[in-house]
Nanobody
Framework: QVQLVESGGGLVQPGGSLRLSCAAS????????MGWFRQAPGKEREFVSA????????YYADSVKGRFTISRDNAKNRVYLQMNSLKPEDTAVYYC???????????????WGQGTQVTVSS
């Protein structure tokens, strides 16, 4: 069983930056692909970014490509999401997930954190 805890969310002005962190425990972290998804009020949870277990492969939704960067530190059991040039439409609860396959499919992730709120507003 893997436990995930996100942190780093908050209120930021448009154009600003935030760095989300997801701490994992209870499993062999490097064997899991990790992903970030987000859910805005009234909308379905959507893919943001994913990274392979080794960190050698990563993927981004078109809406965040060039602005967000995913990374992981397997020694610290953490995955990060650096978010730059934030826009109001990035406002959502951000969740990290862990799964054997990863990628951009919600069902590929077996474990989820509780989420962290990101609000982009002036």
């Amino acid at each position: 069983q893997v436990q995930l805890v996100e942190s780093g969310g908050g209120l930021v002005q448009p154009g600003g930056s935030l760095r989300l962190s997801c701490a994992a425990s209870g499993g062999t972290f490097s064997t899991y692909a990790m992903g970030w998804f987000r859910q805005a009020p009234g909308k379905e949870r959507e893919f943001v970014s994913a990274i392979s277990g080794s960190g050698g492969s990563f993927y981004y939704a078109d809406s965040v490509k060039g602005r967000f960067t995913i990374s992981r530190d397997n020694a610290k059991n953490r995955v990060y999401l650096q978010m730059n040039s934030l826009k109001p439409e990035d406002t959502a609860v951000y969740y990290c997930g862990a799964g054997a396959r990863g990628g951009d499919v919600l069902g590929s992730y077996a474990y989820w954190g509780q989420g962290t709120q990101v609000t982009v507003s002036s």
